[in-house]
């Protein structure tokens, strides 16, 4: 659809009032906030990240990108979390590790999630092992979802997991990892619980880590 196109060029180029008024008229022709995601900010990005690859982007490019990229989540988010929210179905403690300052994806997985009825605790970006502990505990939390995009971070996912270990508290609260870098094999090698993919997936994977 050409103005899911148009929108993924803008987020690309970073045009920030483009992108976010495009967003809201689509929103108005009905298109879903689903749709918009990924073939408006995803395709946008993944485009961006292909440049950025071949040294034809840098990092001021990622950097207006993103930006635009959480801009457009703001416009879409009443939409987002406008889900079935008869009941509480638990409570998640979410942010990107320690190292790593992406958090689009993460904020996706956060939006669809609450909209799916759990309760968000969004920790935010380069958050350490200590952190997440404190406030797991203090949230009472019954999922940790960690996210990763910069591969060397990675290990923050373990460190963390090791502190949750050495805390006693491993066994009252289950774990679950994703983003660029992370796959099924990395969650196993870790102890994490699960894996997912995308925000779909993550919504499904937290429905069954919470029963
Ligand atoms: C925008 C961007 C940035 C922005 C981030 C802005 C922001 N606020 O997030 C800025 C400029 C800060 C940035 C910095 C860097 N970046 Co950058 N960045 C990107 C870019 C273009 C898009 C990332 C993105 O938002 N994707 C879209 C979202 C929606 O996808 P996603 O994050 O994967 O999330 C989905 C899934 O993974 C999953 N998911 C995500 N989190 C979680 C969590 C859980 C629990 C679950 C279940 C699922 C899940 O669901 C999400 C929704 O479907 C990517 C390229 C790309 N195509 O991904 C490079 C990329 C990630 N960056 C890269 C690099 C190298 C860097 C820098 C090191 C550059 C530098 N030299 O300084 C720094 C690192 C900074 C740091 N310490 O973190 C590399 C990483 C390579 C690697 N394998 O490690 C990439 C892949 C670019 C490339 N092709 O080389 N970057």
Redesign the pocket.
Known sequence: MEGLKKLAEYVEYGKRQEAKSLAQKLLGENISPDTIVKEG??AG??A???R??KFEAF?PE??V???A??EVLEVLKPKMTQGPLHKIKGTVV?GTVE????????N??AMVIEGGGFKVIDLGVDVPPSKFIKEVKYHEANIL???A?????RLAMKGTLELLRTEGIRDSIKV??????IDQNFCDLIGADG?????P??LK?AERLAN
């Open positions: 900010i995803m990005l993944n961006l990240g292909e950025f690859e990092v990622l950097m990108a993103g930006r990229a959480k979410i190292g790593d300052v992406h958090d689009v994806g993460k996706i997985v979802a960690l996210s995009l910069y591969t060397p971070t679950m990892v994703g983003g660029a870098p894996y997912a993919p995308d925000a997936a993550a994977l």
